[in-house]
Nanobody
């Protein structure tokens, strides 16, 4: 079983910065896709930034150049550095991991964290 625990988030003024972290646990050998999604009120959940096989980073066009995703392989933790935040970035941010292979050879998909709220005031 895979668990994702998020931290960070909060309230910030427009133009400010926040850093989110997500730690994955559960005898993990590898993670195929590890990243962040967000969902604001009345909208569908959308991909924000995803690391594919720990090498390629895919960003949503709306955050390109402002957000940076990184990973600590030793701790199976990812971080999302969010700079120049805008009110439109206000949302619940969720950590997601797909294609998680454990040391026992079991593959888990559709793993989600509990979410952390990011609110950007104008």
């Amino acid at each position: 079983q895979v668990q994702l625990v998020e931290s960070g988030g909060g309230l910030v003024q427009a133009g400010g910065s926040l850093r989110l972290s997500c730690a994955a646990s559960g005898s993990i050998f590898s993670i195929n896709r590890f990243g962040w999604f967000r969902q604001s009120s009345g909208k569908e959940r959308e991909s924000v930034a995803v690391l594919v096989r720990g090498t390629r980073a895919d960003y949503a066009a709306s955050v390109e150049g402002r957000f940076t995703i990184s990973r600590d392989r030793d701790t199976n933790t990812i971080h999302l550095q969010m700079d120049n935040l805008k009110p439109d970035d206000t949302a619940m941010y969720y950590c997601n991991a797909e294609g998680v292979v454990t040391t026992h050879g079991v593959i888990y998909n559709n793993n989600w964290g509990q979410g952390t709220q990011v609110t950007v005031s104008s």
